[in-house]
């Protein structure tokens, strides 16, 4: 099996309050899905259980975040979710709270 990337794709998202970086995750995978299509799978007529769709997310705190809630988001092929320290949290210490922002990397990767 030689893997070949097919498409990159990056988004942004994030939670203003209520530091919840698996929704600041979703809106980092959402942005960069609204980012591109996948046209090329119907044109070319591949069989879309052959791809493999490999997912990076930059949080400050890689353990809060759900990744089956975030599998959910990717409407086709075998997905892989690897979340990693990155991301920005940003403080406003006046009210004792900070802004989630999440990164997010999706590879839609073709045995070819």
Do not use: C
């Not at 949290?89 to 045995?111: Q, R, T, W």
């Amino acid at each position: 099996m030689t893997m070949k990337r097919a498409i990159l794709e990056m988004g942004m998202g994030n939670d203003l309050h209520g530091e919840d970086y698996t929704k600041a995750a979703e809106r980092a995978i959402k942005d960069a899905l609204h980012h591109s299509s996948l046209s090329f799978i119907r044109t070319l007529n591949i069989d879309k259980s052959r791809l493999f769709v490999n997912v990076t997310i930059g949080v400050q705190k890689p353990e809060n975040v759900k990744t089956k809630e975030l599998e959910k988001l990717l409407p086709v092929g075998v997905v892989s979710i690897n979340v990693i320290k990155g991301g920005l949290d940003v403080p406003d210490h006046k009210n004792n709270d900070h802004a989630v922002i999440a990164s997010a990397a999706i590879e839609v990767m073709l045995d070819v």
